[in-house]
Structures are given as C-alpha cells and as structure tokens.
C-alpha cells in the first residue's frame, strides 16, 4: 500500500508543562489540528495516565495519528500516517505533523520520513492495453490551471514527468524523443534560423535545436507556466540551462492564437504537445495545419508526433490524412519510445524538404559540419532508419489512391495537387 509514515521524537519542549499532562486538552486541539490539515477523523481515544502524560490516538479516514507525552522528559513521540492509494496525503500529513511540533516547541525534533510501499505509473495506451513504470516515491503534485502535474523518482529512468496521468518525460531517455522530433528535419534544412516551438516546456526540444549553429533564434510558445517553472526546478538534466540561452524567447500563451497573429516565418515548427485530446484536440486540426503551413518559411517544415500505431492506429491514420491534405510532402517516420512503452510515430511535413531524400553519408556529413553535440540517438544510419517503415505503418499513412498495386507507392511520402 502506497503511504507516507512520519515518525517524531520530540524533547526540551518549551510550551506550557501542562500541555503535556492535559489529555483531554490536547484532544480537542488534535482534532481540530486533523481538520485544518484536510485530513478525515473517524474516531478518537486518549488515555490520562495518573499524575503523569497521555496517550492518544486519532483513527484517519486515510489512517492515524498517535501521540504518547512525558512530562517528565518534557517529550512526547508523534507518529502520523496516511495512504496514498486514492490520492496523495502526503502533504496534508506533512501539515500535520509541522502544527503538532509548533504547538509543543520542542527544542530537538528527531524526525523520519518513510515512503510506504511503490508507486505503480499506469500508462493507457488505450482502453485495451498500457504498461506500467515503478517508481520509489513521489516527488511532488500541482493542480495547474489547465493540469495536473506529477514528478516521480524512479530506479530506471530517474525523475519522471507526468501530465494529467500521462507520462511526458524523463531524466535518463528523454532524448529518444526530444532528438527524433527535431534532428530529421532540421538536419535536412540546409541552413535553419528561425525555429517554433509549441509546447514544449520542459526545453528539451528547445535544447536539441539549439544544437545546431545556424539557428539564430527559437520561439517556445507554452501555455502553462508551471510546467516551465517545474522543468527549471527539477529537470536539468532534460533542458541542461536553455532556458538561459540568450537565442530562447519564452512566450506564456496560447499556441492557436501565436500561429494565427504572427507575421514571421519559421523554418521549423514543432508541436512538442500532449496526446490529440481534450482541449489539446484543436492544435491537431485541419484548420491549424493550414494555420502552421502558412507560418512556415519557403523549404521549411512541421514536426510533429502522431501517437502510437499500435495501440492507436486510427488515431495515427486520421492524423496522417489531415495533414496529406495540407502538405505536399508528409514523410512519417517511426521509432520505439521507452516512457511512453511502444513504437511510436512522427512525422515532417513540408512543400519543399523531403528529408527521406538523404543517405546515411549525407547526415552524418552534415552531423560532422555543424559539430552536433551530445547525440545519443540520431545519425546518418538512424535517420534511414526510422524513415523506413513496417507495411502496417506504411498502410495507415498512405493515402487510397496510392495504395493501389497498378499505381505503385510513394512509401512514406503524400503528395497531392495544391490549390
């Protein structure tokens, strides 16, 4: 059972000496205390030792409280422990148990935390299927104004980023996705300067375009402020000092509405977004493909995460036709992403940039130009690679008409007639 047990040997309490030997003092204050820290009382019992300390003992909703004085030591131990199965109490018994110390001034508090039980991180991939990722302890949780944020620490992966149930990123294979979203595209262009970045905020993505010389300045456009400020707290190690990168300008709004005032031009956009749902659902729209195409400069591109061909194929082949009949070249490509537990799929779609169009050589001579540092996933034999897709991947982005035997494929690549 998931919990947090916090255990206190408090001593050289300074408070009034009869608030150690006053049990039925102390209970009504106690109970009052259980309800100012959100948690539930659903019984009580104190016992009054003759001229000496009390005993006392609050039944939890979510567990218990107990509480033994001696007035002669002038201590008292203080035991608080709630579950965290439903919901996390953690903080709420953290409150708690900080109200009780406060009200005995003790002069030493001996005080341990103890992480009950494991944190089991489901991850649905669909209403059928998902998979799990164990981790130690929570490391905190914020409702935001548009989510609910969670970190982890976690023995394979480190700290473990999750939005509203789903996980987003992690310390240690962060670059699986951060590195194909944006190394195949803008290693194709020949000389990109002015890059968008919608969502984002962990600066992951920020940090890879970075990496390239040529880019003169990146745009992250996030629309929620405390996932910027999480990532800057807690995930170093994702973004390594971007936010500090005088080529960053962090804008806090809304990416529909940047795309649709602005009047520059970007080389690269990328959508560093959630899962097509919910309120997120718009930014995967026909209406803001178009929106985004308009936005691009000549020869520049779209990248963009798909979801899961395996777990929802539908959802990737809607996608794929929404943006064939925007683009003149959707180039999907595929890859297996550890936190998010399946192949996984992308894909860069332009007028002009057809990135499938180079070899191995070719990348890794443009890898070697520019000095890429720190790649620890994409090169010339990669960007082959993932652009080679399995026939059930091929099939779900290539359009009917050129599904057609007599016709012949296109593999990967969607062309159709601009009006």
């Known amino acids: 059972m998931n919990g947090l047990h916090l255990i206190g040997d408090l001593t050289g309490c300074r408070c009034d000496p009869q608030l150690l030997l006053d049990g039925e003092r102390f209970r009504a204050k106690c109970v009052e205390m259980v309800e100012a820290a959100g948690l539930t009382t659903v019984g009580v019992s104190f016992h009054q030792f003759d001229g000496c300390g009390f005993t006392g003992c609050i039944v939890l909703a979510e567990s218990h409280l107990a509480v033994h004085t001696w007035p002669e030591r002038q201590g008292l131990t203080l035991d608080v422990y709630v579950c965290n199965y439903s919901a996390d109490n953690s903080a709420k018994a953290r409150s708690l148990f900080d109200t009780i110390v406060a009200y005995f001034q003790p002069t030493e508090v001996a005080r341990q935390e103890i992480d009950r039980g494991e944190h089991l991180l489901m991850e649905p991939l669909s209403a059928s299927t998902g998979f799990y990722i164990k981790a130690s302890k929570q490391l905190g949780e914020w409702q935001t104004k548009f989510q609910k944020m969670q970190i982890y620490e976690t023995p394979h992966y480190g700290k473990l980023f999750r939005l509203d149930g789903f996980n987003m990123t992690s310390e240690k294979e962060e670059f699986v996705y951060h590195e194909n979203l944006v190394h195949p595209a803008l290693t194709a262009h020949l000389a990109p300067k002015k890059v968008l970045i919608i969502g984002g905020g962990d600066g992951g993505s920020s940090e890879e375009v970075l990496k390239h010389p040529a880019v003169e300045s990146v745009t992250m456009v996030e629309i929620d402020a405390d996932v910027i400020q999480v990532a800057k707290e807690h995930f170093q190690a994702v973004h390594n000092g971007v936010f500090d990168n005088p080529k960053l300008r962090v804008l806090i709004d809304d990416g529909m509405k940047f795309v649709r005032e602005t009047q520059e031009r970007f080389d690269l956009i990328s959508l560093d977004l959630n899962d097509p749902v919910g309120p997120a659902a718009a930014l995967y729209s026909l209406e803001f493909f178009q929106q985004l195409r308009t936005a691009l400069a000549p020869g520049g591109a779209l990248t963009l995460h798909l979801g899961s061909p395996v777990a929802q194929p539908q959802r990737v082949a809607d996608l794929a036709q929404r943006l064939n009949n925007v683009f003149r070249i959707v180039r999907a490509y595929t890859m297996y992403i550890p936190l998010y537990g399946s192949l996984w799929a992308m894909a860069v779609c332009s007028d002009k940039l057809d990135p499938k169009s180079f070899t191995a050589d070719e990348i890794d001579r443009r890898i ?30 290539t359009p009917a008409r050129l599904k057609q035997p007599s016709r012949g494929r296109r593999l990967g690549v969607v062309r159709t007639a601009m009006k």
Request: a negative charge; zero cysteines; hydrophobic letters at 40%.
């Open 368 to 397: 070697d130009a520019r000095k890429l540092q720190e790649l620890r996933f994409y090169n010339g034999e990669t960007h082959e690679g993932v652009f080679a897709l399995p026939n059930f991947v091929r099939d779900l982005v």
